[in-house]
């Protein structure tokens, strides 16, 4: 009987070692699955970020688009109003001289 309570006993610790190791190999598993479930989510969060600043980008492109052409027209409306300042101002010389 000896010998079978020692082959008991061998046969007892391997499969208490086995089954430790296995539940140790699933824990480390439910914990990386618990990380890439983490990391996906903040990966998901970050690309709603991401979509939401392109989306602003566009508009301020938009935006400056607008207040280009707008600073365009302004200066060729200045250009236009200096030169017709120009011409009242010869206007009014010309007029001041034949007095």
């Known amino acids: 009987m000896h010998?079978?309570?020692?082959?008991g006993y061998f046969i007892?610790?391997?499969?208490?070692?086995?089954?430790?190791?296995?539940?140790?190999?699933?824990?480390?598993?439910?914990?990386l699955m618990a990380t890439i479930d983490k990391l996906t989510k903040q990966n998901e969060e970050c690309h709603a970020v991401i979509i939401g600043l392109q989306d602003e980008i566009v508009e301020v492109r938009r935006e400056n688009a607008d207040l280009k052409e707008g600073q365009a027209k302004m200066t060729r409306e200045i250009k236009l109003l200096q030169n017709e300042n120009a011409e009242?101002?010869?206007?009014?010389?010309?007029?001041?001289?034949?007095?």
């Not at 009242?88 to 007095?99: A, F, G, P, V, Y």
């Open 88 to 99: 009242l101002k010869n206007l009014i010389t010309k007029n001041s001289q034949w007095r």
């Open 12 to 31: 007892t610790t391997i499969t208490g070692w086995l089954g430790g190791a296995l539940m140790k190999r699933n824990a480390a598993i439910h914990s």
């Open 3 to 7: 010998t079978l309570e020692i082959i």
